[in-house]
């Protein structure tokens, strides 16, 4: 009820502004509670009772964000399933998740059969594109809403869980993050506060990140509960953007720093009026001094916003504010964190203990607040281990600095334990990145008998450049502690296996060292 | 721990920034975080639990601020009274709350012993002033923080009591609304969002009302989680509150009506500087278009807010924004209202038996949201009646416009009920007052055998005119239905009984006709 509320107060105070663009579509607050009070009486008619789950597989559409509203309004479960999956990681959802009703659009229609095949529990499909073939024998969006006239929202408690969003990873590891009507909401009133001025009527939000996204849901539910207008894009499409910055006149939107640079690359950017833009929000990672410069000279009027969060804080656990991207100077090194604490988050560095440790000593980030979620869908076993007394244990080791900003060294995973002692990665490879020869390197723990593990660097050299173990050894003594230090260097030639733009893929990396019967875990 | 939380997270981002002044007394948030974690120690070391309940009975002062916040922080219930209670009513609210400690101030010492007779629950006093004759014999506060070491903040849910805070009303009707940590952290999220500019560090807040009012607390949460100062007077004193705006450069405070006048009308007004002031938050009732004039001339860079809110909704259930301060043309007739609902708010208007109404028509004005009470006390009878399918019934009588701005015309108990049908009294007296001869006017139903509630309207008239009974019903008719005319016109020389600033008592006014046996309560 909580999440379903901003509907209806809006629906009060502004029932004939424009709240969701999408494509030729234009809808008002009236009209958007109008169908999604019908769709949550379609999904009653369906079946659907408080507590059930119902999944939404579809790119970014009005459709979508009523699909999400509906089930929330009949007082159901949402999972938003990535769009990113493959087949067997969906199916993998939704056997997990085992909703009665699947939302979905045309694009995934392909994978329809299989997952019905796989997943048998699925009770009804609702079509929420536009006809194609395949889609006749599926219930048709619209014929729902027309043929269901409006409830009021099933009355369900803040703690009543509301998302069920997976994490990222490989079939089987995903894990179901059980968010609460509170938690959502909590993490979307934080945004807004501390997001220069989504918390507006006037703002009117570009979203091109996915939805299913915890992070694109939170957006979502902050714009809708500012008020402001929704200007949905099915993906991710530079020429798009521009062209729908300039058409809607959208204040806000949301990219990971990749992204931006596309859009600024854009050969025809300038010959688009981009003016209104107040706001970009990135997240996913910092973005270089060089960078923020470039995005600022190119869009002068625009707050940049950085967003530090995890599905498990729903998402948001720190910013970065427009008032901290200086780039020169002593507070440019706070380019490299990952801002301060967001409004509802309490954050605490703490040893594997969970001792807290004092600014500026090396830990594990862990945040508490009323955006925690509920725990893990039936796994009891992880969420005891993300959970430690109250705290959300984020696997981020990091440390704060004297002014509460969070800076992140590593994954607690990619730490290395050496002789009883913690070692992070990041910290060995920025020592060996200051050798001249050194173009890329990455520090990873292989297995020792006398020290449990060893200090691994993987190094590629500059072109033309040599540098031998012993050298990189004795370079890294003058700056990091001897502990610290590679036992051994591996050098390489050709490129590094990546997880992601500019990540690394350690798992790879570490893979041939651990064999079947190590202690090591991926 | 939800309200305890930005004090944690204002220690870590702004450990040496100005958290609070009183007086000669400035403390940054580091001290603050420590006087409170220590306090919450003592609290523990005098055998206070989880949900054990500790009043307070004093002035407002930083010290208060921290046993309200060390209550929470120790898990426990913080129950503050009243402080223009009665002896008797003081008395009660203790029995009521079955508080074991209590901390008081020196202006409440001389009740002490008689209270201490009437609640013998009571464990502990810690006397929070500075020492006086009769403060000896308790537990001197400071002396408490000195002597127990600073503990975490005790976990508990977001769902968990934390405030009982008293109805106004008279011994033995007065209620202890239940607000849970989401509640007042909801209220006060939402306040620190939708209150000009409450949400930032830069908030110098001056705390004039009294914080045992649930508006004196909401506005104390909303400050804190901001990181805004708070800056303390033990009340209401003109010119101590112009010398402070002065000296503290005040950037918010929160007033009544009859305050801002009196503050207007100091003959040393322009003598100070105020132009630090922002925003004046003012409740209680409008100011009328003539006032807000006034108050703009003399004060032209602040903006105003009105406040309507219920303790029930810890409180805030809508305001009146600075934009919509628009004294002449069409808008103007807003300055009537209430505002609109705030960020946390849903506002429905019903008929007696809970079903909806349509803009304009007048019901009882119903709220839901994560703001509600709990319930009542150990009163589920009252809670009940309150608490009706999720929604809080305020108890006022009111109508919404096209726009969802709240328009109060009545309480519902002052509502007449006559042949079946519901008259509000303001619409008489709003018809009754258009007659050219009559001064003060005030509507009250009357037993009758006929109608079960007769319309009955008491008049003084103006000075030199007159007027008779069948002229006045004559000239209602002319306005409004004929079954909302009075029925009988009685008139007076003498001013009406006032149930504070310019608000009739008609419980006064009703009482000589309905005597004991008769069905009309109050």
């Given at each position: 009820m909580l999440l379903t509320q901003?509907?209806?107060?809006?629906?009060?105070?502004?029932?004939?502004?424009?709240?969701?663009v999408d494509g030729a579509e234009r809808r008002n607050w009236s009209q958007v509670n109008d169908r999604v009070a019908r769709l949550a009486a379609g999904l009653g008619a369906l079946g659907i009772n408080v507590g059930d789950r119902v999944a939404i597989l579809a790119l970014n559409s009005s459709r979508y964000m009523e699909a999400y509203f509906?089930?929330?309004?009949?007082?159901?479960?949402a999972v938003p399933l990535n769009t990113r999956w493959s087949f067997e990681e969906l199916a993998y959802g939704l056997t997990d998740s085992e909703p009665d009703v699947l939302f979905i659009d045309a694009t995934f229609l392909p994978h329809l059969a299989g997952l019905r095949e796989r997943w048998k529990g699925l009770k009804h499909v609702v079509f929420i594109g536009e006809?194609?073939?395949?889609?006749?024998?599926?219930?048709?969006?619209?014929?729902?809403?027309?043929?269901?006239?409006?409830?009021?929202?099933?009355?369900?408690?803040?703690?009543?869980?509301?998302?069920?969003?997976?994490?990222?990873?490989?079939?089987?590891?995903?894990?179901?993050?059980?968010?609460?009507h509170l938690a959502v909401w909590a993490s979307s009133v934080a945004l807004s506060i501390d997001y220069a001025h989504i918390a507006s009527r006037d703002t009117i939000f570009l979203h091109a990140m996915p939805l299913f996204h915890s992070g694109g849901s939170a957006v979502l539910f902050a714009t809708t509960i500012a008020g402001g207008t929704h200007v949905f894009l099915p993906g991710f499409n530079p020429t798009q953007i521009l062209q729908t910055i300039q058409n809607e006149k959208i204040t806000h939107t949301q990219l990971v720093p990749t992204m931006v640079r596309m859009?600024?690359?854009?050969?025809?950017?300038?010959?688009?009026?981009?003016?209104s833009l107040q706001t970009l929000i990135y997240g996913g990672a910092p973005m270089s001094a060089a960078q923020i410069e470039e995005t600022l000279a190119k869009l002068p009027r625009v707050n940049l916003q950085q967003g530090y969060g995890q599905t498990e804080l729903a998402p948001y656990i720190s910013s970065l504010r427009p008032e901290d991207h200086v780039t020169t100077g002593e507070r440019a090194k706070r380019l490299r964190s990952a801002g301060y604490a967001g409004l509802c988050s309490e954050i605490m560095v703490c040893d594997p203990d969970g001792k807290e440790l004092p600014a500026g000593e090396i830990g594990e980030v862990c945040v508490r607040g009323p955006h925690m979620m509920s725990g893990y869908w039936r796994k009891p076993n992880e969420t005891a281990a993300a959970m430690v007394d109250g705290w959300i244990r984020t696997g981020d080791a990091g440390y704060l600095d004297e002014?509460?900003?969070?800076?992140?060294?590593?994954?607690?995973?990619?730490?290395?334990v050496t002789g009883g002692e913690n070692v992070y990665s990041s910290e060995v490879e920025n020592?060996?990145?200051?050798?001249?020869a050194v173009a890329t390197v990455a520090v990873i723990g292989i297995p020792s008998e006398k020290?449990?593990?060893?200090v691994h660097a993987v190094i590629i050299l500059r072109k033309d450049q040599h540098?031998?173990?012993?050298?990189?050894?004795?370079?890294?003594?003058?700056?990091?502690?001897?502990?610290?230090?590679?036992?051994?260097?591996?050098?390489?030639?050709?490129?590094?296996?990546?997880?992601?733009?500019?990540?690394?893929?350690?798992?790879?990396?570490?893979?041939?060292?651990?064999?079947?019967?190590?202690?090591?875990?991926?």
């Open positions: 901003p509907l209806r107060r809006m629906g009060q105070l502004a029932a004939k502004r424009l709240a969701v509906g089930t929330l309004w009949a007082g159901a479960v006809p194609v073939a395949g889609s006749q024998e599926l219930i048709t969006y619209e014929r729902l809403l027309a043929d269901n006239a409006p409830v009021p929202a099933a009355p369900v408690p803040p703690e009543a869980l509301a998302v069920i969003c997976y994490t990222g990873g490989t079939t089987g590891l995903s894990k179901g993050v059980m968010l609460s859009l600024l690359d854009q050969p025809d950017f300038e010959s688009y009026d981009v003016s002014d509460g900003f969070v800076f992140l060294v590593d994954r607690i995973k990619d730490m290395i020592a060996i990145a200051r050798h001249p020290w449990g593990e060893a540098a031998t173990e012993s050298e990189i050894i004795e370079h890294s003594r003058r700056h990091i502690s001897g502990y610290k230090c590679p036992r051994s260097v591996e050098f390489r030639t050709e490129p590094l296996p990546l997880a992601g733009p500019g990540k690394i893929l350690k798992r790879a990396l570490r893979a041939p060292y651990w064999q079947a019967g190590q202690s090591r875990i991926a």
